[in-house]
């Protein structure tokens, strides 16, 4: 939904960062405002995950040029764990295993979190267990997954249902979902959308970083961004995605004088 | 806050208490073993035992086969017996030195009876003497002997006659050898037959004295249709030397006996860069003589430079059982090769091994354990699962598991894992809201969560926060 006069959640301004000594985002820009759906698409290698990391802090990742403000603060002064707690979530591409870690306890701990940092209400094992049933019906997750350890022994499809889940339980202002729909079958593919588009309120925005259209046949964007090169160069509405379906995306590198 | 901060918290325990000792200088003759014999005015059976005792380690070499390295040590350096001068002869913790009873309330460990825990008796040994011991009155109406060994040896010594070194005999290895010719003390319980302890037995260990070694000697007989849980605690004062610490424990189960042994060993472990902390060379053994005993040992070993231990029981009662529970963790320049051996003898005799090991900064830990199956034991069964996790990308985790079967009857299960807290998975937790302090504990609770239900309760709960305190500032 876009409407011009909603409050900006997220503003990048020339944003370069590098991983070691290779420079893979250079002078990136992007403004998202509350109700707002972005997909931003592209080859392979050209930033866009790292674009996602880099929001969220991942430490392997260092800026060096640029600004980023998230609900009104400087982003890249803050913790990973703050980012979070400010309203920032990320949907790992490939989620992480945690063996012996609980998922209920896990999703318990960071929902208190996360709700400590808001002001809202914590909430004990038993309140959460009522809480997160609930939940777990917005990603038709049987709630046996919630004893076993975090996505420890899940399948491609499971772990990235899990994500959608612990989307859902801390209700961000931002979601950025780095190719949740690689991997999925169309049933999975059809579940997970169903859970982020319930999670798409107008207060709230999802930026969707992915490399096929059929995501988006089940989340419309607002905004479609064609990324290479480590910078934006085009954006258009939800048709775009359609024209690169057809076209792929040379014709815009070579529109933007980077084709190798 | 990185990795690397988390696990390197100050050592709260390494103050040292002004007090007088009587102290015999340092070295090791026929003469310093006759010395202590006679300070502790112990009859000659004992010191029999302790000159045969001398007489073999004069022969044995320092074991070399341990996966861990220090330079050698020199035995001459050492003072073997140190004890806080007592001001006239004790009867009551009332006559305890206040600035001891200052020291251990500072540890935590409160000797008045008012102050403790309700239902734990404790014995305190400080350099290697017994101090002070709780709740004897209350033990003795059920007919329990909880005592140091010295008293021991003085109003029970057809007891100890019959059982030290019954388990570990001084011929058993090197170290063992060298405590049983200069031991100075350590606990003693006997539980008579057809009792249920009344309460949790528990002796709380503290080296003091720089040069001094520690050489104690603890024994617990259990009697047909017994049991017992006893808990040790250890800590040290913070020195840039290395203290030895060279203990010998025994336990013997009679017939359908339970004993159950866990240890919190928190020993100073030495600096960042490697510097101090003890070197912990100790024997444990059990012996489930009876059918039907069983013995358990659960450690959570978290200290000391150095550590070189496998709690063993010996299964010679048919349907005897053996259970080993173990939390290994290692930080900055720390070195722990520790397991346990199990030796199935009698028919239908069962073991449990559950070895959790933590590596984190540059340091060491092995797990050594053997199995092993005579030609008798029909019907025996194992299980063993050890389990390594290592933090950062310069620590090392090693498995020494032996299997050694000689009857064809033996089940026999061994599973092993090794896994990593990594920057990854930090990040998650990051992600979601959630500190690397609490990722850590979340992650190494979930770990150790098999061991940790062994313990009682009290102790669970302090083994979670030391793991905690040890790993703070840990990941880079």
Redesign the interface.
């Known amino acids: 939904m876009i409407r011009p006069e909603a409050p900006i959640l997220l503003e990048v301004r020339g944003l370069h960062a590098r991983i070691g000594d290779v420079e893979i985002l250079k002078g990136l820009d992007l403004t998202v405002r509350a109700g707002e759906i972005h997909a931003i698409m592209g080859p392979n290698g050209s930033g866009k995950s790292t674009f996602s990391k880099v929001l969220?802090?991942?430490?392997?990742y260092e800026v060096t040029a640029g600004t980023v403000t998230f609900l009104g603060q400087d982003l890249l002064t803050m913790?990973?764990?703050d980012?979070?707690?400010a309203g920032m979530?990320?949907a790992?591409q490939y989620?992480?295993e945690?063996?012996?870690?609980?998922n209920a306890?896990?999703l318990r701990?960071?929902y208190n979190?996360?709700q400590a940092?808001r002001g809202g209400e914590e909430l004990d094992p038993l309140e959460f267990d009522d809480f997160i049933r609930e939940k777990c019906q917005v990603v038709e997750m049987n709630p046996a997954f919630l004893d076993r350890?975090v996505n420890e022994g899940f399948s491609g499809g499971e772990k990235k249902r899990n994500e959608i889940l612990?989307l859902a339980v801390?209700e961000p202002a931002l979601a950025i979902l780095d190719e949740t729909d690689s991997g999925l079958d169309i049933d999975a593919l059809r579940v997970v959308s169903a859970g982020v588009n319930q999670v798409a309120t107008p207060d709230r925005a999802i930026v969707m970083v992915t490399h096929y259209q059929r995501l988006l046949d089940h989340i419309q964007p607002d905004f479609v961004h064609v990324m290479a090169a480590g910078r934006i160069l085009k954006t258009g509405g939800k048709e775009l995605a359609l024209e690169l379906e057809e076209r792929g995306y040379d014709w815009i590198k070579a529109d933007a004088g980077v084709l190798r | 806050m990185s990795l690397e901060t988390l696990v390197n918290q100050p050592y709260k325990h390494g103050f040292v208490t002004d007090i007088e000792s009587e102290t015999l200088p340092p070295g090791l003759t026929e003469d310093t073993v006759r010395a202590i014999s006679a300070k502790k005015q112990e009859p000659d059976w004992l010191l029999e035992f302790r000159l045969k005792a001398f007489r073999h380690w004069l022969t044995l070499t320092p074991p070399t086969w341990a996966n861990v390295s220090h330079p050698p040590i020199d035995f001459q350096d050492i003072v073997y017996y140190s004890a806080p001068k007592p001001k006239k002869q004790l009867n009551s913790l009332d006559e305890v030195d206040p600035e001891l009873l200052r020291t251990f309330e500072k540890l935590g460990i409160p000797l008045s009876e008012q102050k403790q825990l309700a239902n734990v008796a404790v014995d305190v040994v400080f350099d290697s003497v017994s101090v002070a011991t709780t709740f004897k009155t209350k033990l003795a109406e059920a007919g329990v002997i909880f005592c140091s060994i010295s008293e021991a040896v003085q109003r029970h010594p057809e007891l100890v006659r019959a059982y030290l070194g019954s388990v570990v005999p001084y011929t058993d290895n090197y170290y063992a050898a060298l405590n049983s010719a200069v031991f100075t003390d350590g606990s003693f319980c006997f539980i008579p037959k057809d009792t249920a302890c009344p309460m949790e037995l528990s002796t709380y260990f503290r080296i003091n004295n720089q040069e001094s070694g520690q050489f104690e000697r603890t024994l617990i007989v259990a009697e047909e249709r017994s049991s017992v849980s006893y808990l040790e605690g250890c800590t040290a004062p913070q020195f840039d030397t290395n203290q030895l610490h060279a203990a010998v424990v025994e336990l013997v189960a009679l017939e359908d006996a339970d004993i159950k042994y866990s240890t919190v060993q928190n020993w100073y472990a030495g600096d960042a860069d490697g510097k101090g902390g003890i070197f912990n060379f100790v024997t444990k053994r059990g012996l489930c003589k009876g059918a039907r005993s069983r013995i358990s040992w659960t450690q959570v070993e978290t200290g000391s430079a150095i550590t070189w231990k496998y709690p063993s029981c010996v299964l010679l009662g048919d349907d005897s059982t053996g259970e080993f529970y173990s939390v290994a963790l290692t930080n900055h320049m720390q070195q722990a090769d520790t397991g346990t051996k199990m030796i199935h003898i009698g028919k239908r005799t069962r073991s449990t091994i559950i070895s959790k090991g933590i590596s984190a900064g540059r340091s060491h830990n092995s797990y050594r354990g053997e199995v092993k199956v005579m030609p008798g034991a029909r019907d025996a069964r194992n299980y063993s699962q050890c389990d390594s996790m290592l933090i950062g990308d310069r620590s090392e985790a090693s498995t020494f598991p032996t299997l050694d079967v000689a009857n064809p009857t033996a089940r026999i299960e061994h599973e092993a894992s090794t896994s990593r807290i990594g920057e990854d998975q930090l990040f998650y937790f990051a992600q979601r809201g959630i500190g690397s302090e609490e990722a850590i504990s979340m992650i190494i609770n979930g770990f150790c969560k098999d061991v940790f239900t062994q313990l009682p309760m009290e102790f669970a709960v302090e083994a979670t926060k030391l793991l905690g305190l040890k790993l703070e500032g840990s990941v880079g």
């Open positions: 969220a802090g991942h430490p392997d913790e990973p764990e980012r979070a707690r979530f990320l790992f989620p992480i945690l063996p012996g870690v609980s306890a896990f701990l960071a979190s996360v940092a350890s612990q801390l």
